[in-house]
């Protein structure tokens, strides 16, 4: 349900006295349990409602129209967290993460991200940023993805999550398997396997990698491994978690969680 209480200028004001948080869920190699990455999300530990997630998030923002203010936040923080775990020894390959459309065809996501990188002292290689899809097919997402790449942060993308079509670029570091496919790997007579085993094919020739997104099943899992996918998230490893939560877990090798 909804909280209607809460009004753009709330999460504007949270955003502006840095009250927001990142959660992190793990990005896992399936054959050896390694911790290979993690996607953060933000959330909004509120003071009188706990801890407000995207559902609630999300729209405050469209209503708001402060995306790029949304989005500096989220550049802030994950290159601040970057640069802790980097003091404390703690080696977390890949931080990835989404920024709004807006914000990365306004021009000004890969200044932002540069400017942040420099202050933390942190490898750009380290950060991800998923691309919306339909990146490919307009001008300036695609230009802003391959800045990106030039600065050496890297690029993810959905754009082939479903189904996938032969012969198209692949201009990302990462390709993300949405759900509906890894759902369908499991259906009798669909294709789905052939769909990931032709995106796993497309990954490698450019050395990408291919992370399976919202695994929730060790059926699903093994089906993906078994197509060429050996990195999953989703709620089979658990959901997302806090930056302490996180070494916890990566100290102790991820365990998928009991059905």
């Not at 405050?60 to 550049?75: I, K, P, S, Y």
């Not at 993300?176 to 789905?192: C, N, Q, T």
């Amino acid at each position: 349900m909804a909280i209607v209480r809460l009004r753009p200028d709330d999460l504007k004001r949270a955003i502006a006295s840095d009250s927001l948080s990142l959660q992190f869920q793990p990005q896992v190699h399936a054959p050896t349990g390694k911790l290979v990455g993690v996607e953060a999300f933000v959330r909004w530990p509120h003071p009188a409602y706990g801890m407000i997630g995207p559902s609630d998030i999300i729209p405050l923002v469209e209503q708001g129209r402060f995306h790029l203010d949304f989005d500096r936040w989220v550049v802030n923080a994950l290159c601040e967290q970057v640069r802790k775990w980097d003091g404390e020894g703690f080696d977390v390959p890949i931080v990835a993460a989404n920024l709004w459309a807006q914000t990365l065809r306004s021009g000004k996501a890969v200044d932002m991200l540069r400017e942040r990188i420099l202050a933390a002292g942190v490898s750009p290689k380290t950060i991800e940023i998923e691309c919306p899809r339909g990146t490919l097919a307009d001008k300036k997402l695609a230009e802003t993805a391959r800045r990106l790449r030039v600065l050496g942060v890297r690029t993810a993308s959905e754009e082939f999550g479903d189904t996938f079509v032969a012969g198209a670029a692949v201009d990302f570091d990462t390709l993300k398997i949405g759900y509906p496919l890894a759902r369908d790997l499991l259906v009798a007579g669909s294709s789905a396997g052939a769909a990931v085993a032709a995106i796993v094919a497309a990954a490698r020739t450019v050395n990408a990698r291919v992370v399976a997104d919202s695994v929730e099943s060790a059926e699903q899992e093994a089906a993906l491994v078994a197509a060429g996918c050996d990195i999953v998230q989703g709620y089979l490893y658990g959901p997302e978690v806090s930056a302490a939560e996180l070494r916890t877990l990566a100290s102790a090798g991820a365990k998928r969680v009991p059905a």
